[in-house]
C-alpha cells in the first residue's frame, strides 16, 4: 500500500543553487559533513544529524552554531545562523512517483525508488523515501531533492553502509511540521496517543490502552483494528506510527476503527507526548 501523509500545506522549492551552507558535527572527534538550508525563518537553518553525532556540537561554515531543535526520529535538526542562505524553502511539490527524477545539483539527478518501512529487520519510525543516485555522486545528508519542476520533494538522508549509490531521503512533509512546530512552540511538538499494538501482526490492532490517555478518552479498546486516522487509510503497524507522526497535540481528528464487525467512529484529541522537551 503507498503512504500518502497527512493532508496539510507543505510545499517547498530551491531560490538558487550556490553556496549552501556547510555543516560540521562532531562524533567523539571525527567531524561528519552535512548540508543545510534556511527554513524561512530569519536565522534558522535545517540540516540532518547524522546518526552518531551530537547535535550540540555543531559549525556552520566553520563558525559554532546554536542547537535550536533536533528531533532525534527524523533527524532534523534546527540550527541558529546569522549569516545569508541561498538555499531555502518556499512552495513546491507533493509526492513523488516511482522512477521520478530527483534532482540536487545543475548537472546531477537521482532516481526516487519508492518508499522504504523496514531497514536491518526492523521497522523504521517514520516513512523514508528510497532514492538511487550516480555511482560516487551520493549528496552530503541535509542536501534538497527537487523535481523536474523545481520543487523540493525530500531532504537527503544519511547513506546506509554497503549500499553503494542508494540511500535514504526524508519527505518534505516531515520539515514543514519540525518547521512549524519552531515557529509555533520553539520546540518539537510529539503527539501522544497512549496504546499498545502488535508490530507483528498484519493488521493495525490495538493491545492495549493506557488510563486516562487520549486513546482512552476517546473510546478505543482493545481488539480495535485501526482503518483511519485523520481521514488517512492504514493498514499495518508502520502506516499507523507514520499518521500518529503527523498529528498536532490538542488538535482533534477523526478515528475509524473495526470492533467486531462494525465500523466505529471516533474522535481522537492527543496530548503532547509526556517526554517532550525542546532538544
Not at 503512504?3 to 517547498?12: D, G, I, Q, V
Not at 478518552?217 to 480495535?224: E, H, I, P, R, V
Not at 488517512?232 to 498529528?247: A, P
Request: aromatic residues 8%; hydrophobic residues 40%; glycine residues 10%.
Amino acid at each position: 500500500m503507498r503512504t500518502t501523509f497527512l493532508a496539510f500545506t507543505c510545499f517547498f522549492s530551491v531560490a538558487a543553487l550556490e553556496a549552501a551552507p556547510e555543516v560540521s558535527f562532531l562524533a567523539g572527534s571525527t567531524k561528519i559533513q552535512s548540508e543545510a538550508f534556511s527554513t524561512g525563518q530569519k536565522g534558522v537553518l535545517a540540516t540532518i544529524a547524522a546518526i552518531g553525532v551530537d547535535p550540540t556540537k555543531a559549525a556552520v561554515n566553520g563558525v559554532t552554531a546554536k542547537l535550536l531543535l533536533h528531533d532525534h526520529v527524523s533527524r532534523l535538526t534546527l540550527l541558529q545562523f546569522e549569516g545569508e542562505a541561498d538555499h531555502h524553502l518556499g512552495e513546491g511539490g507533493g509526492s513523488p512517483t516511482i522512477g521520478d527524477h530527483f534532482l540536487y545539483s545543475k548537472e546531477d539527478k537521482a532516481r526516487y525508488l519508492g518508499e522504504i518501512t523496514h531497514f536491518g529487520g526492523r521497522i523504521l519510525p517514520l516513512t523514508m523515501y528510497r532514492v538511487q543516485y550516480a555511482e560516487g555522486k551520493v549528496p552530503l545528508a541535509g542536501t534538497l531533492l527537487k523535481n523536474e519542476k523545481g520543487e523540493v520533494v525530500a531532504i537527503a538522508h544519511q547513506p546506509f553502509k554497503d549500499s553503494g549509490p542508494i540511500a535514504f531521503a526524508l519527505p518534505v512533509q516531515v520539515m514543514s511540521k519540525i518547521s512549524q512546530d519552531y515557529a509555533s512552540h520553539q520546540s518539537m511538538q510529539r503527539s501522544w496517543v497512549g496504546i499498545n499494538m502488535d508490530l507483528e501482526n498484519v493488521s493495525p490492532v490495538v493491545l492495549g490502552v493506557r488510563p486516562e490517555s487520549p486513546a482512552k478518552k476517546a473510546g478505543l479498546q482493545k481488539g480495535d483494528v485501526i482503518i483511519k486516522i485523520a481521514g488517512q487509510l492504514v493498514g499495518n503497524y508502520q502506516e499507523c506510527v507514520n499518521r500518529f507522526y503527523f498529528l498536532k497535540p490538542g488538535e482533534s481528528c477523526e478515528l475509524s476503527v473495526i470492533r467486531g464487525v462494525d465500523v466505529m467512529e471516533l474522535k481522537l484529541t492527543p496530548s503532547l507526548y509526556p517526554k517532550a522537551v525542546a532538544h
